[in-house]
Nanobody, 124 residues
């Protein structure tokens, strides 16, 4: 059974940066991405990257501030978060799948594999 493991969360001041990493074991995925969930809110899409071609998509609120990338040889995906804001505070989840099409990228149910999550807190 494939597993995803996130790392890199923590506490940062507004305007600062963090880099999240996610390592996949026992599996190779065509799509790998990040979601986040703030207290009392639904889990929301952050970004996704395709294995073939490296195409990326972002939630509008993180465009220009966050960068998703992947290392196919290591089956890892990263999320570089810059110019962070207090509203970025959430638990961040790595997600992956092999049958995700563009119209589904915002839907958590389209991703069949999930990490345990890592807390990111941005102080004002």
């Amino acid at each position: 059974q494939a597993q995803l493991q996130e790392s890199g969360g923590g506490l940062v001041q507004a305007g600062g940066s963090l880099r999240l990493s996610c390592a996949a074991s026992d599996g190779t995925f065509s799509s790998m991405g990040w979601f986040r969930q703030a207290p009392g809110k639904a889990r929301e899409f952050v970004a996704v990257v395709w294995r073939s071609g490296g195409k990326t998509y972002y939630q509008d609120s993180v465009k220009g501030r966050f960068t998703i990338s992947r290392n196919n040889a290591r089956d890892q995906v990263y999320l570089q978060m810059d110019s962070m804001k207090p509203e970025d505070t959430a638990v961040y989840y790595c997600a992956a799948g092999n049958t995700i099409i563009l119209s589904q990228i915002y839907n958590p149910d389209a991703y069949h594999y999930w990490g345990q999550g890592t807390q990111v807190t941005v102080s004002s």
